[in-house]
């Protein structure tokens, strides 16, 4: 088992591209996350699907979009990258959203110029 | 309300101490709480949890004590080693997510 497979692992973006960033897990989970991660910030939710069929705004969701393409699959869109947009992304997953335990994937490293 | 505060921001223990990271929370909805281990270039892990009618947790070295009345919950690492300095978070789970502490960085010298 993969667990968490997110794509790319690292990226650079000029300001103002667009990119796609890739998540998909093979756990059979319903609820699936996107956080960013900055120094001394610890892990701030974009966006999350409770089940499939479902997203939500999470703390920091400005300029981002999210789309459930399935149930093991959900991707995080930057329309127009902004320097602001630098940071590590994890996507998780969780079975169960009483207990919320959460699995991650390795991130992806994004750097926008 | 949804805040959990972590302390200490950064921390270094000699090799056989004992580690101790605090957490505080405000919203007594909250009805888990997990810590998540996190090495550098890595996604977090989770290490263990708690529920709230629970006061103290153990596997191996670890031990998280709740204190439910206080409002905050703490992990222990006993008998730290150098394999142990990584970042930890606290967290609390409530409404389909999860809220997160800012972590610590742990420093085991050997």
């Known amino acids: 088992n993969a667990g968490v497979t997110q794509t790319p692992k690292f990226q650079v973006l000029k300001t103002g591209q667009s990119m796609t960033l890739q998540c998909a897990q093979d756990m059979n989970h319903n609820s699936m996350y996107w956080y960013r991660q900055d120094p001394g910030m610890g892990l701030r939710l974009i966006y999350y699907s409770a089940s499939e069929g479902t997203t939500d705004k999470g703390e920091v969701p400005n300029g981002y979009n999210v789309s459930r393409l399935n149930k093991r699959e959900f991707s995080l869109r930057l329309e127009s990258a902004a320097p602001s947009q630098t940071s590590v992304y994890f996507c998780?997953?969780?079975?169960?959203?009483?207990?919320?335990?959460?699995?991650f994937g390795a991130g992806t490293r994004l750097s926008v110029l | 309300q949804q805040q959990v505060k972590q302390s200490p921001q950064s921390l270094i223990v000699q090799k056989g101490g004992i580690s101790i990271i605090n957490c505080a929370y405000e919203?007594?909805?909250?009805?888990?709480f997990p810590w998540y281990q996190q090495f550098p270039g890595k996604g977090p892990a989770l290490l263990i949890a708690?529920?709230?009618d629970v006061s103290e947790k153990k596997e191996g070295r670890f031990t998280i004590s709740f204190n439910k009345s206080a409002k905050q919950f703490s992990l222990h690492i006993m008998d730290s080693q150098p394999g142990d300095s990584a970042t930890y978070f606290c967290?609390?789970?409530?409404?389909?997510?999860?809220?997160w502490g800012a972590g610590t960085k742990l420093i085991i010298k050997p």
């Open positions: 967290a609390a789970s409530g409404n389909y997510q999860l809220i």
């Open positions: 998780a997953s969780a079975r169960e959203v009483s207990k919320n335990i959460q699995y």
């Open positions: 708690i529920r709230p």
């Open positions: 919203n007594t909805a909250f009805d888990y």
